[in-house]
């Protein structure tokens, strides 16, 4: 089935859609959604624009549409951008990277439901720390790009997710109950190898912002 | 202490994609009860597969598929079967379908719901009482309010939420159960029959 795969260039959307290739999917194109409003609930916004990067290194065309990101005025720009797929790419369907956020998840149901096309959800419900241990059973290179809660900070920009990381997001979720996927915004994630790209992307410069638990980094890949 | 529960899962996604969505959660629920389970699509189904399972889970499927209608044929074993039976979204249709054999295609309504909504149930619905937020995701419902085999434990705007086959453990639910309310599948499983 030719699919669009609603693409953030975070770990959950990139590995939906390495899913639905292994599934024996087509991704024909890839549609991001670039928020101008940091606080989104629908769109991931650290770093955004280098899906554009990301695209060319899965060698796949990429729809980016940028939103102000106004509560439910994003969501007709997020269907504006599935009908130019179903236009240029005939696609039949959608891929999400959808895990527990039923806000975002029910959304996409609801547009795909009236375009009459799929919407796949292969994260869905799936447990946090066996989706992150897939991650690295599957090659992905992933850094943080951005951190939302307590005790996170600055210093966990840049870092990668490994066995490590997972060990010390285990006792965080323990002791502070973050989220081990960051599904609850406590960080941002960034892909910069996995097995959908023809070659791996580095950071060219980064810039830094934020303050006490709140910190993001704004990339650019080459 | 593990269980030794064989329960068998009946995808009915047309998509392999799909069951990631709809059949993972489910064996994800019972891997963490220690439960024994397998999973099969009911295209791949044997009366052997049915013949060795303790009880029967037969999941729901994406908002745009229903192939699981043209193949309604394929479910007639659950007419005759004498198994607990857990019929989720699709698995409800299904249900619902088999039970009335006559004018088959005409008895499924269209009623599109996506997302929360609070159901009321009237009575004990496998240890579900009173109000409950549940996941809705369908645009087909059956209606079994004119039913004779079948009691209905919670419905809203005329739609059949939950049910009951009356002299057998055959349940129908038209939510989600794996999104939140996961407690469900559970009594199912560790219901004494």
Redesign the interface.
Known sequence: MKLALLFSGGKDSTFAGYLAKKYNHEISCLITIASKNKESYMFHTPSINQTKNQAKAMNIPIILLETKGEKEEELKDLEKAIKQAIKKYKIQGVITGAVESVYQSLRIQKICNKLKIECFNPLWQKNQIELLEDLIKNKFGIIITGVAAYPLNEKWLGRKIDKKFIKEIKELNKKYKINPAGEGGEFETLVLNCPLFKNKLNILNKKISGEKNTWNSEVNLK | MKKTNKILIISTCK????E??FI??IE?ILKKQKTNFTAKHYKELSLKDINKAKKIIICGT????NEFIEDINQFQWIKNSDKPILGICAGMQIIGLIFNENNRKEKINTK?E???YTEKFRKNFLNIEGEKEV?H?H?NSIDFSKSNEFEVFASSENVSQAVKHKSKNIFGILFHP??RNKELIINFVNQNN
């Open positions: 998509e392999k994609l799909h990631l969505e993972k959660p994800d994406s908002l745009q598929d599109t996506i997302g929360f996941y995701l645009n794996e999104v």
